[in-house]
DNA sequence: GACAAAATATACTCAACAGTAGATTTTAAT
DNA sequence: ATTAAAATCTACTGTTGAGTATATTTTGTC
């Protein structure tokens, strides 16, 4: 029958024979929710069972829908892959590209920088972690594409480092790999974090921005800084 | 034809018609090595493409081998999986167990055991890549094999922590989940290493154990401690 | 309510791959 | 040299799963 949709039930309608315009609004709409609530059950499939093990029949089977419904919103079962995984670097860059944009001290953005992007990071957990294990099953192509913004994304890092140090705001001294480091960090923190499964969010949030600001030695975070973190 | 040996060749052969227990032993002795060259392959093979997306025909291809040869060796695929999981655990758990029998303060104990199976997982990287990346692909039994000798890991670990505490020689406090950030340390270590890219493998220690001390409270590694460790 | 178009399903194809039965070669001892 | 056993291969089976051609249902429009 119809594509299982979110537990919110959306009966809601406009009855009205309004314009189409409208009519056509909404059909856009529900395609993108199609789309998504089979990145969903995917993500969750991959996440638990690996790209290999798991069937698009089962992605199919949890939507209550078929294999080609699932075919007529994307080209391959790879295709699937590369959305998942380049969900996770599009809203770690959009996050980046935003804290950068608002003014504040080359600190204040590299806390904001550790504390939204880790937290995107935390929440968006299963699709780092999809990407991580799966990269290599990526065509060069979809590859390549996810890769690039992988790249701005340490580039502006550590240009941001840079900015800082000739500020003044961060220690001198050779930066070079900073950047990946603090990558590196934010891509581990799913791991820490269900693996420890007891800290809160918010507390592995703290330890992260901690850790970056040792890392580049940018001294400690003050009470007034934390309060200001939610 | 027959196996792919090393390339250390090994023609040698004791020639003259020597006791029976003698060819046994080198019987046994091939047997080992083959079934040693088929998890050597294998795991490059895993860690390159995921267990999935490897076939057992690929292992035998490299080995100049057929697939049937592998079937003697292995009762399906699976047992290969596990072995190759195995290893890297069993191995680390070795070292620790050396490190904590040799005497010393507890300090050197953590240091040691910080060095020791820090250079282990490294040099062992794919065996513990994969066994995080393909962990819940082992059936039952497997998995509760190795399950309980990393658990028997992490216990030990953690009485490290406990007697050097009672010892005086670590900070007091709550320390009921440093065995599992030490254990995290340590499992995170290949990729630490290999995304870098960069740091030599004594750096990338060295700042293992630097982190583990500073994780339980038991100060810095001084520079005599240092000029131990090679 | 008829009809075109869109959405979705049924029922298949084809290839890849794990695993195996049985033939063939190699080894080693007499 | 002969022969039994061990090792290895050839050639197969059965299944699974990605992807698709075609039928059916649903939706929207007149």
């Not at 809203?91 to 600190?107: C, F, H, I, N, T």
């Not at 941001?160 to 001294?173: H, Q, R, S």
Request: charged share 25%; glycine share 8%; hydrophobic share 40%.
């Amino acid at each position: 029958m119809s594509l299982k949709l979110d537990s919110t039930g959306n009966t809601a309608a406009d009855h009205d024979g309004s314009v189409k315009s409208i009519k056509r609004h909404l059909k856009k709409e529900l395609l993108t929710l199609k789309r998504n609530r089979i990145l969903e059950e995917a993500t969750e499939l991959f996440f638990d069972q690996g790209y290999s093990g798991t069937t698009v029949d089962e992605i199919a089977a949890r939507l209550q829908v078929t294999k080609p419904f699932i075919y007529s919103y994307f080209k391959n079962k790879e295709a699937i892959l590369a959305a998942i995984c380049e969900t996770g670097i599009s809203e770690a860059l959009d996050v980046l590209r935003a804290v950068l944009a608002a003014k504040g001290s080359y600190r204040d953005q590299l806390i904001q920088t550790l504390w939204q992007v880790g937290d995107m990071v935390i929440v968006r957990q299963p699709c780092v972690v999809i990407y991580t294990r799966e990269m290599k099953k990526l065509n060069p192509d979809d590859a390549q594409r996810i890769l690039s913004k992988r790249s701005e994304f340490d580039q502006r890092i550590a240009k941001l480092i840079d900015d800082g140090v000739k500020a003044g705001e961060f220690a001198a001294g050779p930066h070079a790999m900073d950047a990946i480091w603090i990558g590196g960090l934010i891509s581990w923190l799913p791991v820490w974090y269900s693996a420890s499964g007891k800290l809160s969010k918010k507390d592995v949030l703290f330890g992260l921005v901690e850790a970056g600001l040792k890392l580049i030695g940018a001294g400690q975070l003050t009470d007034l800084e934390k309060a200001g973190l939610n």
